[in-house]
């Protein structure tokens, strides 16, 4: 395996898959070389969706057992996981493992009839793709009949893959248009097929709650509170063209941010900048850690960032000075070798209280004193700011590479969330910045550090261990 390859894959995840030309590109080798780290990579929260996307169409066409894709797939928030499925069918790809693969994934999801509900009109349009015209057309007419051909022949095409056939067979109803009425514009394509000789036709009552939501909202759209509203708008179209608008922001109410949690350990630490604690880091650390990543064999260099800048204000106060920290904590933990080259704060690190942010920040002093060691890799911690002779760091970084010094130096910027502008706040064009918002993303930072002490080849153990520190959560 290309140590380069991994290393590339982690500087552009975050990207969508039209960012770089070279990225389709990468990901068709990494799915080559190590589809088993591609597997794994489908299920990451870093990587983007379009990336997910095309994974998956590449994964789907190898040797990769279908149940370890499907498990991935299952880990994904359902905002990801039907943009993901349906590129199957942006791509045209079809044949028997792929609609294997997507029927497993869509029909044995936990939450398949809450997807139903809210995503019909897609969900639809994956399983035409997957089935086939044709036979997505007989799906829908077996599902309204009660006969032991209908059932021998669902029981072939699809409920074989539910996890709950009840709750499968409900969705699929409803996917079919049964059960409701359907707007005149679409009565006569969706539901007047020619039935069987013979045979007998079934009601369908909806039991699942969020299918009796849905269908409740199309005969009154105040029974769909609470759902989507991007749901509740399409059925207000729909089936209440002649109410305004408001009324789906009032069933809705407001939209609710995502709430943004620190990690325990920089919790902790903002606690005790605080309160002046007395516990000491390792103390901390120590403490709230909950399991265990393993240990990468690398010898490496922290440049650590307490300037007076990192106090912040407001809903971020302490957090770079905190999560930074934080990190660097957990890297003496993970790391065999690491030295910190700490900068401001209102004590040194020693064991013995947690420092305050106060102080300049001369970053550039620390990044030589961290280069005289000579180790593997250099990470300078820090929130962007230089208050001491701002620029000083690029022009030592590229005095180092004048110099011949090869020794990777990344930037770590702790922010509050990752979509953050961090073009002002770049140290140098040179050093590549990893923008992160938890602690949990030391296992990243872990693993760049050790692809920075690996040769060319990177060997099986080393991918594993690189795996397990990116994958672990």
């Not at 552009?12 to 070389?33: G, H, N, Y």
């Not at 809450?114 to 829908?140: D, M, N, P, Q, Y």
């Not at 990190?327 to 040194?348: A, E, H, K, M, P």
Request: net charge positive.
């Amino acid at each position: 395996m290309n140590t380069e390859l991994i290393q590339s894959f982690l500087e552009t995840r975050r990207q969508p898959l039209a960012a770089s030309v070279e990225t389709i590109a990468r990901l068709d080798v990494l799915c080559q070389e190590a589809p088993e780290f591609a597997v794994k990579a489908l299920g990451d929260t870093q990587t983007h969706v379009s990336q997910k996307a095309h994974l998956l169409a590449e994964l789907v066409r190898s040797s990769v057992d279908r149940e370890q894709i499907v498990q991935q797939l299952r880990k994904l928030s359902d905002e990801e996981l039907l943009p993901v499925v349906d590129g199957l069918r942006l791509r045209r790809l079809n044949g028997r493992r792929v609609r294997d693969l997507g029927l497993s994934v869509l029909v044995g999801h936990p939450r398949f009839a809450e997807l139903t509900a809210t995503h019909r009109l897609r969900l639809v349009r994956i399983f035409k793709h997957l089935l086939g015209e044709r036979t997505w057309s007989s799906v829908r007419r077996f599902l309204g009949m009660a006969t032991p051909e209908a059932e021998r022949f669902l029981q072939t095409k699809v409920l074989r893959f539910a996890s709950d056939e009840k709750v499968a067979r409900e969705a699929l109803c409803f996917l079919a248009g049964l059960g409701f009425d359907q707007p005149k514009s679409a009565k006569t394509p969706w539901l007047v097929v020619p039935g069987l000789k013979g045979s007998s036709s079934k009601s369908v009552e909806f039991t699942v709650e969020p299918l009796q939501q849905s269908v409740a909202a199309r005969k009154d759209l105040t029974a769909g509170r609470g759902m989507p509203r991007v749901t509740l708008m399409g059925i207000r179209s729909t089936y209440h063209p002649s109410l305004p608008k408001r009324v789906v922001r009032e069933l809705t109410g407001s939209v609710t941010r995502r709430v943004r949690e620190d990690g325990l350990i920089t919790t902790a630490l903002k606690a005790a900048m605080t309160n002046k604690g007395d516990e000491s880091l390792e103390a901390i650390v120590s403490r709230v850690t909950k399991g265990e990543l393993p240990e990468a064999n690398v010898q490496a260099a922290v440049v650590l960032d307490l300037s007076g800048s990192t106090v912040s204000s407001g809903e971020r106060l302490y957090h770079p000075a905190a999560l930074g920290l934080a990190l660097v904590g957990l890297l003496q933990r993970y790391v065999s070798d690491l030295n910190v080259f700490q900068v401001g704060g209102s004590v040194i690190l020693n064991g013995h209280g947690i420092p305050r942010p106060q102080g300049a920040s001369d970053l550039a002093t620390a990044i030589l004193k961290a280069a005289r060691t000579e180790p593997e890799a250099i990470l300078i911690v820090t929130d962007g700011f230089e208050n001491c002779r701002q620029g000083d760091a690029a022009q030592v970084v590229a005095g180092l590479r004048r110099l011949g010094v090869t020794t990777t130096i990344e930037q770590v910027t702790p922010v509050i969330a990752a979509a953050e502008d961090l073009s002002r706040r770049r140290l140098s064009e040179a050093v590549p910045i990893i923008p992160v918002e938890h602690e949990s993303g030391v296992g990243e930072l872990t693993a760049r550090l050790l692809l920075a002490g690996q040769s060319s080849h990177l060997d099986t153990e080393a991918l594993s261990t690189v795996e397990q520190l990116l994958f672990a959560g």
